[in-house]
């Protein structure tokens, strides 16, 4: 045992009652909503950075200056979410994980809808983009805790044997928010006259946050904490600076999170800087707004259906592996992918999109909302999984202001120099995955602690092809019903 770690409760180590089987899924069904609801809000920003915000919240002067500061904003939304996951993270683990959701969610919710009421460069000047930038910090902010107290949730009430196929829904719930956020982009962008669109067209998707603040929190109030936690907080355990503990126990892991975290460059690429690329008359591509907007949809279609696959995957050979091949692999193909989109080729940049972000990608992407909690004990999970996957995902968002720098408008070069940039940061992902521990036959009880030993292969399986029987006998029933 590690000096100072207290040893954590054996809560879901081995089968569940009906009570706790219902938690799960309940759980479960929560973070997927809720997650879907709030990065609705979080990427609906990203789409209008790359498509309207450099025509009317920065000057008309120069392009290529408009479209490396609206992308910038973009990334600032990142700087703001170390603080918050240290704010979040500690919330999360003091005062439970279903308060610092809802806190998520009312933060997300209103500033999303105070940049549908902004007033544009030509009306106040730089007071447009000042006010951008601040409520782009608060949408950072906020959504700092989402991911991590989700995946926590989930992770902690999720059958053993099961618990990667479970947190792999917070995952696809981000997935199908950012379908939603760029589904209500195609029909205002395709109907509206252009001169409509940019003038107030783009507004109606920030306005309708208002619909998504209520329904997340009718969702999220009716879901119960953890037993993990619950158990933590009866006992007395509960850390009063559960960051403090993060650092000094666990330091070595939330470093190899941070660069695992890197691989958020793909969904980079692919949405942020690629629709620049396509879409910006600068750049000489000129893809229709509302043609390439659907190359994200279908990317995210595909993932919201593979993701399940990879999670329960990982339930059978580990977590290690399919995050080095996802991350490798969509590395090499972001190449393909922006060669694609620089001979104008919309139909092989479909095809690559699906493959680079729906599908090969999601080794990672639904991997580690089961992975991230599991290195990391209940006392301080959702702060080191906060703060650790919050630095490393800063990081890579400034990127599309670093892409649009380097390979401004006008450069012939732009496959070789971002698909080379973009392959070196997914290699060091890897390379960190690499030299993590195994975690998926780890109990509960023993997650955080690396003297813990996993339980036998045949002991494993043994477990969790009970669970999976309770899981088709309890749907069986409710089909009976």
């Avoid at 009906?18 to 609705?40: C, H, M, P």
């Avoid at 309207?52 to 290529?64: A, E, L, S």
Wanted: one cysteine or more.
């Amino acid at each position: 045992m590690e000096q100072g770690l207290p040893r954590q409760g054996g809560v879901n180590d081995g089968l569940m009652d009906e009570r706790a089987r219902k938690q799960a899924r309940k759980a479960r069904a929560s973070g997927w909503i809720g997650s879907a609801l709030e990065y609705y809000d979080f990427f609906i920003y990203a789409q209008a950075a790359a498509l309207i915000f450099p025509q009317i919240f920065f000057p008309k002067g120069d392009p290529k200056i408009a479209i490396v500061a609206s992308l910038a904003t973009y990334g600032v939304g990142y700087v703001a979410r170390p603080i918050g996951a240290f704010f979040l993270g500690h919330w999360g683990d003091t005062h439970g994980r279903k308060t610092v959701l809802l806190i998520c969610m009312f933060l997300m919710g209103f500033s999303t809808m105070a940049v549908g009421l902004l007033p544009t460069y030509q009306s106040v000047g730089v007071l447009a983009p000042a006010l951008l930038v601040i409520l782009r910090l608060v949408q950072g902010f906020a959504v700092a805790g989402e991911i991590s107290g989700a995946s926590s949730m989930i992770m902690e009430q999720a059958p053993f044997g099961r618990r990667g196929y479970f947190a792999s829904f917070t995952l696809q719930g981000v997935q199908a928010g950012q379908i939603l956020a760029a589904a209500v982009f195609l029909p205002l962008a395709y109907y509206m006259p252009e001169d409509a669109f940019v003038s107030w067209g783009w507004r109606i998707p920030f306005l309708l946050s208002a619909g998504v603040l209520i329904a997340g929190f009718i969702i999220r109030r009716e879901v119960d904490e953890t037993a993990a936690f619950k158990k933590e907080d009866d006992s007395g355990q509960v850390s009063r600076a559960p960051v403090l503990e993060a650092f000094k126990y666990s330091w070595p892991d939330m470093l190899r999170v941070v660069c695992m975290a890197f691989m958020n460059v793909i969904p980079v690429v692919a949405t942020v800087f690629g629709a620049a690329y396509a879409v910006q008359p600068s750049y000489g591509i000129n893809f229709h707004a509302s043609v390439y907007l659907w190359i994200p949809v279908v990317g995210n279609i595909v993932a919201v259906l593979v993701i399940p696959f990879v999670g329960n995957l990982s339930d059978r050979i580990g977590r290690r592996v399919p995050i080095i091949f996802g991350a490798l692999a969509s590395g090499l193909l972001s190449y393909a992918y922006l060669y694609a989109i620089s001979i104008h080729n919309l139909p092989i940049a479909f095809v690559m999109s699906i493959l680079m972000w729906g599908v090969v990608y999601q080794g990672y992407n639904a991997i580690f909302p089961g992975y991230y909690p599991e290195l990391f004990p209940t006392r301080f999970r959702v702060s080191a999984m906060a703060i650790a996957q919050n630095i490393g995902t800063t990081i890579t968002a400034l990127l599309p202001a670093l892409f649009a720098a380097v390979a401004p408008p006008g450069s012939h070069s732009v496959p070789m120099l971002i698909g080379s940039i973009t392959l070196g940061v997914t290699v060091i992902s890897a390379l960190a995955a690499w030299s993590a521990r195994e975690t998926y036959r780890v109990r509960l009880s023993d997650l955080g602690r690396k003297d813990a030993v996993p339980i036998s292969k045949e002991q494993y399986d043994a477990l969790r092809e009970e669970a999976l029987d309770e899981a088709r006998l309890a749907k069986a029933a409710m089909q009976t019903r």
